[in-house]
């Protein structure tokens, strides 16, 4: 029942599009990796990020895992995982056959499935010294990469912005008038090719969506209601030369 439960909720986040096709880690923290796996050892996960699988191997503690959905619908939880000692057999491994879990022989040693380190990658971030080491990749990477490429690319804010200046620099009304514009414009939700994402299949990605939505309605408002002051004052500022010239 648990591992039914679990399938669902798996389902409902990430879709069902997305569930068919990648394997899924969740950590302990709860949150989550959508990757590939490529081999499981004593103590390890070995994977690829799903969204850069030509990048380097990864690999994580199964201490910090709590549990691994594989895309053919196998699910192994590891939240009471005890850590293998050097001399005991491994338990799981990964075979050949894509998202299929066997049993490891008897007969399999922690050496035989180790990685060599020259091709495998911890997946921490290091503080400066190769002995000091930070939290593992997690869903917050893909977020801020998002936002970083929002700042970046997202340009569509620009039509709004205009809009809003125009009805704000007419003299006497536009100060009231360009309010409207700047509310409507300012807080509806960039979408579609108004993204302007340089690679729509990122935003498949749940928390690079949200992190490039995000950001890219923050720049949006920040540049209408800037529009909307400048337009504002170029008004008022054709107001008084009027004045000045007419008295």
Request: proline share 4%; aromatic share 8%.
């Amino acid at each position: 029942m648990k591992k039914i439960i679990s399938s669902l909720i798996c389902a409902f986040i990430l879709g069902p599009g997305n569930v068919g096709a990648q394997d899924i880690i969740k950590l302990k923290d709860k949150s989550f990796i959508q990757a590939k796996v490529l081999d499981t050892s004593a103590n390890e996960i070995v994977f690829k990020e799903f969204f850069n699988q030509s990048g380097p191997n990864l690999s994580l503690r199964k201490t910090e895992i709590f549990s691994v959905q594989f895309e053919g619908g196998n699910l192994i939880s590891y939240k009471d995982f005890i850590p293998v000692s050097s001399g005991s057999k491994v338990g799981l491994s990964l075979s050949n056959d894509k998202g299929n879990l066997s049993g490891a022989s008897q007969n399999n040693s922690l050496g035989n499935n180790k990685q060599d380190s020259s091709q495998t990658i911890q997946a921490y971030v290091s503080k400066g010294s190769s002995n000091k080491q930070d939290k593992p990749i997690k869903e917050i990477d893909y977020f801020s990469k998002g936002k970083a490429d929002a700042k970046k690319y997202y340009k569509s804010y620009r039509e709004p912005a205009a809009l809003t200046f125009g009805i704000s620099a007419v003299p006497i009304y536009g100060i009231v008038l360009g309010v409207v514009p700047a509310i409507i414009t300012s807080n509806v939700s960039p979408s579609g090719h108004h993204l302007d994402c340089p690679n729509i299949s990122n935003l498949e990605n749940q928390a690079y969506s949200r992190g490039y939505r995000q950001e890219a309605k923050r720049i949006k408002q920040k540049k209408v209601w800037l529009c909307y002051g400048t337009g504002a004052a170029t008004g008022i500022v054709a107001i008084i030369l009027l004045i000045s010239i007419l008295v």
